[in-house]
Each structure stands twice: as C-alpha cells, then as structure tokens.
Nanobody, 126 residues
Framework: VQLVESGGGLVRAGGSLRLSCAVS??????????IGWFRQAPGKEREGVSY????????YYDDSVKGRFTISSDNVKNTVFLQMNSLKPEDTAVYYC??????????????????WGQGTQVTVSS
C-alpha cells in the first residue's frame, strides 16, 4: 500500500485548500480499508483529523474541524480528498494520509495505522 499526498500550501485565515491522497495497492470498491487524515504541528503529537471507511463511506471528523473540513473519496481515481474551508492559523501543520484495514484498528490514533504518506505542509497565516 502506498499513499501520496498533495495540495498543501500557504493560505490566509479564512481561505480554503483541498488535499489529495492518491492510494495504490488498495481496491477502493472491494477492499475494507479506512483512509485517515492526520496532522502534526511543531512540538505537538500527531492527531487524527478525519477518516472515511471505503466499504460504506462512513466518515468521522474531529471536533476541531467539524463543519469546516469534508472528506471524500473517488473510487475511479483511487484518491481521497480533504476539503478544508474556513482555515485558521491553528490548522497549520504537516498533514498526512494513512491507511489501515478496517478490522485492524479500534481507536482513531496514529499508532493504529500502518501505511503512511510522506506528508504535505499546510500553513495558515493570520
């Protein structure tokens, strides 16, 4: 399983960015995987932001991004997106996408996901 993130950048507070996570090694229409977005700010632990279950489309959002971020998947392109609106300076972090087989994790935590992308920097200026 390989994941490649893109779409990060520098944006002013209130702006928007769309992150992409291109996934290979997983068949979106048949494999029971969860794709998650995590972020890590300098000096802080990596935290879970959002996930989507490929089998049934179930989504989850951390309270800090609920109502502002939207996760979605494109089964043709094997890509998961994270649309980020109303960005705040506290959203500044390196954003990673990660994958794990649905039955192999019980907590949405970085230590329970085994497949990771290289990360993409998101910087929100005030």
């Amino acid at each position: 399983v390989q994941l490649v993130e893109s779409g990060g950048g520098l944006v002013r507070a209130g702006g928007s960015l769309r992150l992409s996570c291109a996934v290979s090694g997983i068949t979106f229409t048949s494999d029971d995987y969860t794709i998650g977005w995590f972020r890590q700010a300098p000096g802080k632990e990596r935290e879970g932001v959002s996930y989507i279950s490929l089998s049934d489309g179930t989504t989850y959002y951390d309270d800090s991004v609920k109502g502002r971020f939207t996760i979605s998947s494109d089964n043709v392109k094997n890509t998961v997106f994270l649309q980020m609106n109303s960005l705040k300076p506290e959203d500044t972090a390196v954003y990673y996408c990660a994958a794990e087989f649905l039955g192999a994790w019980s907590r949405f935590s970085s230590d329970e996901f085994n497949y990771w992308g290289q990360g993409t920097q998101v910087t929100v200026s005030s």
